[in-house]
């Protein structure tokens, strides 16, 4: 495989990290003290393409593959990992979902909004008492004629309580286990939908995390994605996708991280010299960037696969734990 990048993957990584380097650097410190999610430098990164670089023209999209998302990560992340996470929670599961396994009605609905930017997705999977396993879960969704109501609730949501369209899985069948979990288009201002405690999170304090509880909540069956009891195997194959994503995120911290560490070697002295020409420094500098090396040709081998149309889930999970 030829990991080399395009000219336009270059241009991608370069017009992100101009991006980053004005919008996102100088405002970082202040969004992770004071806990601010940053809405609008997201409908920013919408504006320039970047959500939906990777989805078809079509949709409003970039038409770009899979590796030109993970630059868009990578490079946010290496100034806000945070923001980045966001952002990847956006593409990756919720506008992703949508855009995999949604009717042509539903992606001519939403998906335009959500790759620009003007609306912004969440995912609702993990739950309070099951976490993120699907198959454990108790939210429900009754179907009554043309519409489903929904009682439950999703903990630890990316985009939880600023989201404007959720994408929920919930029980439709009790007894079927696992093929009975569909998946449902949700829209803010929906009757009985909510958000409960915003999450106190050690990091990643530019990212928004909260509960999202669904209370009685009526979506019509129009917002139903794909065939009822579908919804466990859509999870999956979207998971699959949004590993190489976090492996690309991983990168960017670590990234950022190694370049401020690099920098740092440079100007700190001791014994009449830079602590970059000590040999165990050197040593350290050296272990990172084989490190985050290795873990790029991972992500890049699993985003080659997927856009090849070849099994990648494998991949995708050894990228995920390698990074």
């Keep these: 495989m030829d990991f080399e990048l395009t000219e336009e993957q270059r241009q991608i ?55 030109s998302q993970v630059l868009v990560v990578e490079g946010l992340a290496r100034h806000d990992a945070g923001i980045a996470l966001s952002c990847a929670a956006h593409m990756s599961l919720a506008s992703g979902h949508i855009g995999m396994f949604g009717a042509e009605a539903q992606r001519t609905c939403y998906l335009p909004d959500l790759l620009a930017g003007r ?61 009975g979990i569909s998946a449902f288009i949700v829209e803010r201002g929906s009757a009985g939908l909510s958000n409960g405690r915003k999450i106190e999170k050690l990091g990643l304090h530019s990212s928004d995390t909260a509960e ?55 100007e700190r002295r001791q014994f009449g010299q830079a602590i970059a020409d000590f040999q165990a420094i050197q040593w350290m500098l050296a272990d ?10 991972l992500t890049c081998r699993a985003a080659t696969l997927r856009d090849k149309g070849l099994a990648f889930g494998r991949a995708a999970s050894m990228a995920k734990l390698y990074a």
């Design 13 to 67: 990584r370069a017009t992100v990290a101009d991006f980053a380097e004005r919008e996102i650097k100088p405002h970082a410190p202040r969004w992770d003290r004071d806990e601010i999610f940053p809405r609008e430098v997201v409908e920013k990164i919408g504006e320039l393409g970047f959500l939906g670089v990777a989805f078809p023209e079509k949709y409003g999209g970039g038409g770009a593959d899979t590796l």
């Design 288 to 297: 990172m960037a084989t490190r985050i090396e290795a873990s790029w040709m």
């Design 119 to 179: 609306k912004l997705g969440a995912w609702c999977l993990t739950e309070p008492g099951s976490g993120s396993d699907a198959a454990a879960m108790v939210t429900r969704a009754v179907r009554t004629g043309d519409d489903f109501t929904i009682n439950g609730s999703k903990m630890f949501i990316t985009n939880g309580s600023v989201a404007d369209v959720y994408v929920v899985m919930a029980i439709t069948d009790a007894g079927a286990g696992r093929s």
């Design 212 to 266: 999202v509880i669904f209370e009685n909540v009526t979506v019509p069956a129009r917002n139903l994605i794909g065939d009822a009891g579908a919804g466990y195997r859509q999870t999956l194959q979207v998971l699959e996708g949004g590993r190489i994503g976090i492996a690309g995120w991983a990168i960017g911290m670590a990234r950022g991280a190694m370049e401020d560490a690099a920098a740092y070697a440079k």
